[in-house]
């Protein structure tokens, strides 16, 4: 008892003497404007799609409540499993290979040579260029009889190739045109991995008499796992939600060999009208993206990647 | 001299390896500077002619005499502008309220907006503009792009915001500021390299985006990039002046990634992950 005037004291001088840090509360009117705004155009249409994907809107404004039918319509259409396969095909390759090139192109712009900076603004072009305008010239490059690409094929001695109008090759050749758009992104991920790391282990190496192979595969490569992780998932997600050079490129075709999902969620909403069907591509669309955000989420708080 | 070859060799290696990573995109602007500076004969000749000689503007003068490049222009001038701009003054302080209260969830919630399509957006927002009657209005097309602005501003923000030391902002909390006046004298001006960053890529995602006219614009209010597409792919079938409008459209875009290469590499690298 004659002790709790001092541990309420104490217990006041403790509050006060955290008071100056505690302004957390009054800190969400700076973000409520941005809440308003989010609520509205990206919250709320998240949520319509729900809606609407359990339901089937006729045009003329009706709807019927229907649960699961366009779910299940949609896992027996032969068109979106295709087109399901067709992503999954794309998505691979335009993930492995800027993973790969990035990583080279990484390492060889970490280094200094003359030149450098204008190089590597060079290198970064595609990615910041408009993509329909890059797409309609990369077209015009694919044409068969007169594109600059059969042409530069020929003086190596490579037989033309039908690039995006044949069936076979129209996936290789969209992928050709997403690594080149995106592999300056994994480069510049990565790059700033590199910039990151410790000199110490590559003395220590050298001393040692390694190998410059030998110090990427056990000093580099494992220092720049965690970068390596975050570029491959950027990339798995910019890669399944391609739009922009298919539609420009191959508008889907030929037939539907380069229909991705993205290609038949516009075709069915905005050719077809098939609202209800096509919300519930988005649903299922969106729940892969956000597992895979999550993911990065994940990676991003374990390696500390920040500013 | 072993040493010294296997020197030579390592540079000769890491010569081709260069050569190889920017000798694509130097073939594909160079192609397309090429054909916008061709007439129509050189353009279509086998073998493909490579260097314009005698170069001629006659491309782009057909692209501004034949179409209305200057009505498209001013639209993507407005619809980009207006959602950098409403984008900066709500995601600016969105970023610092963000960053100060540690709340990792809105956080979250911001990621997981930059990375979902924006065809999801675009089917409820159709519908609704429907509703308002404001499909093929530039507000419609302005609104959706905030889509794209308010999250990788605000994204951006955060980390410019974290970064800078709390400590600062209590002292003047301490002395009587209130929290706005310390977000606006001592926050802000320290913040703004990132202003400058977020603002350059939102208005070059903003810029390129070509979905969202396409589906929201009108025959008058499409952007550059819908516009190219639609318009002049199916008026003229001719290189040369599809060439000229598609150097036209990505040539803010390419001057601003050469003027603020620093800018756009540092906010890129630290986190501003892409849009589409």
Redesign the interface.
Known sequence: MTDSPALAASASSRKLAEKPYDFSRKYWLFALPAVIVVLSVIVFPWLFTVFMSVNDWKIGGGMDFVGLDNFRTLIADERFRESLFITIYFTILAVIIPIVLGTVAALVFHREFPFRGLLRTIFVMPMMATPVAVALVWKMMFHPQLGVLNYLLSLVGISPSEWVFSTSTVIPTLVMVEVWHWTPLVMLILLGGLAGMPTEPYESAKIDGANSWQMFRFITLPLLWPYIMIALVIRTIDALKVFDIIFVISEGGPGTASETLNIFLYLQAFQFYKIGYSSAVVVIFFTIIVALSLVLLYVRQKTKWNA | MPVALERLLNRIA?GL??FV??S???L??F??LS?SLKNEVDN?A???VFIPNPPTLANYVEVFARNNFLLYLWNSIIVTGGAVLFGM???V??G???A????AK?A??????R??????????????FQILGMIGTKSALL??H??IT??II?WIMI??F??IP?ELE?AA??DGAN?WQS?RHIALPLARPGIVVGGILAF?FS??N??FSV?LGGKNTRT???A??NVL?FEQIS?GP??AA??L??LP??L???IA?RE???G????G??D?
């Open positions: 890491f390896s260069l990573l920017v694509p995109a130097i594909v602007f192609w397309m054909l279509t086998w073998p493909p003054l709500i995601g302080p969105a610092y309220g963000i100060r209260s540690k709340s809105s979250v919630l911001i990621l997981i907006a990375m979902t399509p924006a065809l999801s957006y675009l089917i409820p927002l159709f519908m609704v609104i959706t905030l889509v308010v999250p605000v980390g410019y974290e970064n709390a209590d909390l301490v929290t977000f070059i810029w390129n070509f979905i589906v550059l990039p819908s190219i597409y792919t290189w599809l060439a598609a150097l459209v990505t875009v390419l601003l990634t050469v290469q756009i590499v540092a890129l690298s630290a986190g992950l892409k589409g």
